[in-house]
């Protein structure tokens, strides 16, 4: 795959002359609140429930963010805000300093559960977006060419996702979400549904076309490991109502392997910090996925070591 990122026409993110608007922010958050209206507990008309409140959080261009959080902590609320799919109940949400009122071609979504069309080809899946921008049909072909090329599935342009496999299939979304080259990635949990050995494949992909492209990318997920092996913040998330309740800063040297951060102690040691955090106030931990130990040895270690992590409510705002 690495052979191919050249070829493939992916452009980093463009740095446009006199700077960002909004002291050089990619995306703002301000005082998210989410609503919803649900049945009244004692079962009569409808009662407001709190599904996020005051989420602030400031993303620079190029940034990779993940953001991790018990079950029920508002992470798919705020990913349909973030997509334009939902709008907030009240706050404001800024990309390149113009107020967010929709979905757009400048986010490309990757969901969990693939969601790709299962009556386009792979070729006419990952086209999907260019068609949406009015792309003409050669240069589509052309375009669609490379991604596929990209995430290693020549060959298989004209199979149905049904005739792919898991792994295949998560490629083909990723390939559909960067073809048509938006500026932000919104990942939810894109890679849940995959085995650990295809998982880590393809974060270790994602990194490497990340690290080339420098999209915005803020990414969902339930495993501590994977948030930190990826991010360059960690926002942990608090539930009822869901909330920021910290953002760890990842300061782990890149380009970073599966390989490398498995026996990296400095890695071992930014994983306690982030699980600490999780746990503070009583807050219940997302559950630990196959092969992270939250309650290993690490417990008695001095949290901070090697000060790789930074815990600090203040790094929402980028600082
Ligand atoms: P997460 O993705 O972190 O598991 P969600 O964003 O799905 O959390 O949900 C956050 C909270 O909002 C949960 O308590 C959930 O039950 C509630 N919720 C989500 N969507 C709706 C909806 N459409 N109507 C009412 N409540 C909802």
Known sequence: MTSNLQESGLRPTAFPAGGFPDGGYKMILRDIRQEYQVRAKDGEGKEAFLAIESFNLDVRPGEFVSIVGPSGCGKSTLLDILAGLARATSGSYLIDGKEVTGPALDRGIVMQGYALFPWRTVRKNVEFGLEMKGVASAERGEISRRFIDLVNLQGFEDRYPHELSG????????????????????????????DAQTRETLQDELMRIWDQTKKTIIFVTHSIDEAILLADRVVVMSTNPGRVKSVVRIVLPRPRTNQDMRASSDFAAVRQTVWETLQEDGGEAPPAPEGEEPFGPLRH?????????????????GS
Do not use: N
Not at 175 to 185: H, K, M, N, S, V
Not at 301 to 317: E, K, N, T, Y
């Open 167 to 194: 792994g295949m299939k998560q490629r083909v979304a990723i390939a559909r979400a960067l073809a048509y080259d938006p500026e932000i990635l919104l990942m939810d949990e894109p890679f849940a549904a995959v």
């Open 301 to 317: 270690r001095p949290p901070f070591a090697g000060q790789l992590a930074v815990a600090d409510s203040r790094l929402a705002a």
